[in-house]
């Protein structure tokens, strides 16, 4: 039995990493401030995982988590690009210095390896699909560049220390407990709850915008062997399903399954946000054995099915 710190164990992603932890019978620790979290997508963990509430930015309070374990899953950050463009010196605080505490706090603690939740959003919008890990970041938000400085503290801390880290940049994640009610939400909660609730979906944009959209399941499963399998040190993988949709494509798929086809609302693109996004994840194949086990189609119905059951 290993023990696995989950910071941010309260969110959206981190949430889905405890309970699949939990059900292997690994012993767990959740630190998470609740800011953003929620303490219900813990319920299915309930008494099987401890929780520290604490803040990223509190490095007392990181080492404390960080006491005896094994590996550090780091999914605590503020999310959203947007939300990086109205508040970037918060975004700055959580994601940069709450990430090098988690990092000193693993050093000084002993731990075997820390996996870091990056972002296919540090590559910006070059047009060159699909994006693989050689290409030169170009962040293009707050949120982008906090992503990146993590990655590059991430490596430093490898090579200066010799701590032991794994880098997986996310594409789109989505599923279950992503919480449509947030200012900040993603465009498939939003649109699920939309299209449930009777409303009319905002596409902000042409709609011809795409994704790499890639069911949570997936990202857990990534995150697991990322912390296991000794080829995937010092490494910066993507993980994604390899292929793309327009939120055009999104927004029927989600009518097609929710039984309710409506014509979107278009408003002006929003800053920061990227055109178009696709992943080539050979090389997390190569060094973590990663293949997508839920397809994007499986995902948007599994996802639309648990909206339905809590609606």
Same mark, same amino acid.
């Given at each position: 039995?290993?023990?696995?710190?989950?910071?941010?164990?309260?969110?959206?992603?981190?949430?889905?990493?405890?309970?699949?932890?939990?059900?292997?019978?690994?012993?767990?620790?959740?630190?998470?401030?609740?800011?953003?979290?929620?303490?219900?997508?813990?319920?299915?963990?309930?008494?099987?995982?401890?929780?520290?509430?604490?803040?990223?930015?509190?490095?007392?309070?990181?080492?404390?988590?960080?006491?005896?374990?094994?590996?550090?899953?780091?999914?605590?950050?503020?999310?959203?690009?947007?939300?990086?463009? !109205? !508040?970037?010196?918060?975004?700055?605080?959580?994601?940069?210095?709450?990430?090098?505490?988690?990092?000193?706090?693993?050093?000084?603690?002993?731990?075997?390896?820390?996996?870091?939740?990056?972002?296919?959003?540090?590559?910006?919008?070059?047009?060159?699909?699909?994006?693989?890990?050689?290409?030169?970041?170009?962040?293009?938000?707050?949120? #982008? #560049?906090?992503?990146?400085?993590?990655?590059?503290?991430?490596?430093?801390?490898?090579?200066?220390?010799?701590?032991?880290?794994?880098?997986?940049?996310?594409?789109?994640?989505?599923?279950?407990?992503?919480?449509?009610?947030?200012?900040?939400?993603?465009?498939?909660?939003?649109?699920?709850?939309?299209?449930?609730?009777?409303?009319?979906?905002?596409?902000?944009? !042409?709609?011809?915008?795409?994704?790499?959209?890639?069911?949570?399941?997936?990202?857990?499963?990534?995150?697991?062997? #990322?912390?296991?399998?000794? /080829? #995937?040190?010092?490494?910066?993988?993507?993980?994604?399903?390899? /292929?793309?949709?327009?939120?055009?494509?999104?927004? /029927?798929?989600?009518?097609?399954?929710?039984?309710?086809?409506?014509?979107?609302?278009?408003?002006?693109?929003?800053?920061?946000?990227?055109?178009?996004?696709?992943?080539?994840?050979?090389?997390?194949?190569?060094?973590?054995?990663?293949?997508?086990?839920?397809?994007?189609? /499986?995902?948007?119905?599994?996802?639309?099915?648990?909206?339905?059951?809590?609606?």
């Amino acid at each position: 039995m290993a023990f696995y710190l989950v910071t941010g164990g309260a969110g959206f992603i981190g949430s889905h990493l405890v309970a699949e932890l939990v059900s292997r019978a690994e012993r767990v620790r959740v630190l998470d401030n609740f800011s953003t979290g929620h303490r219900e997508n813990l319920a299915p963990a309930a008494g099987q995982a401890e929780i520290i509430e604490g803040d990223l930015r509190d490095y007392q309070a990181v080492l404390r988590a960080c006491q005896g374990v094994d590996y550090v899953l780091h999914q605590g950050a503020l999310p959203s690009v947007q939300r990086s463009v !109205d !508040d970037p010196m918060t975004s700055h605080q959580v994601n940069v210095d709450g990430t090098v505490n988690v990092l000193e706090a693993a050093r000084q603690s002993g731990v075997k390896r820390v996996v870091y939740a990056s972002s296919s959003s540090v590559y910006g919008d070059k047009p060159t699909l699909p994006k693989h890990e050689e290409m030169a970041p170009a962040p293009k938000s707050p949120y #982008a #560049a906090s992503k990146l400085a993590g990655e590059y503290y991430m490596q430093v801390f490898h090579q200066v220390f010799g701590l032991e880290t794994a880098v997986l940049r996310y594409f789109n994640v989505f599923g279950p407990r992503q919480d449509p009610k947030s200012h900040y939400a993603g465009v498939i909660p939003r649109f699920i709850a939309c299209l449930l609730n009777g409303g009319t979906p905002v596409i902000y944009g !042409d709609g011809l915008q795409s994704r790499d959209f890639t069911y949570v399941a997936n990202v857990v499963a990534a995150n697991l062997l #990322a912390a296991t399998v000794p /080829e #995937a040190t010092g490494q910066v993988m993507n993980i994604a399903c390899g /292929e793309r949709h327009s939120l055009l494509e999104l927004l /029927e798929l989600v009518g097609k399954v929710v039984g309710r086809q409506v014509q979107p609302q278009f408003e002006q693109e929003r800053r920061g946000d990227v055109k178009h996004s696709l992943a080539d994840i050979s090389r997390a194949r190569q060094y973590l054995g990663y293949q997508p086990q839920v397809s994007f189609e /499986e995902g948007i119905c599994r996802t639309v099915e648990w909206a339905q059951e809590g609606s």
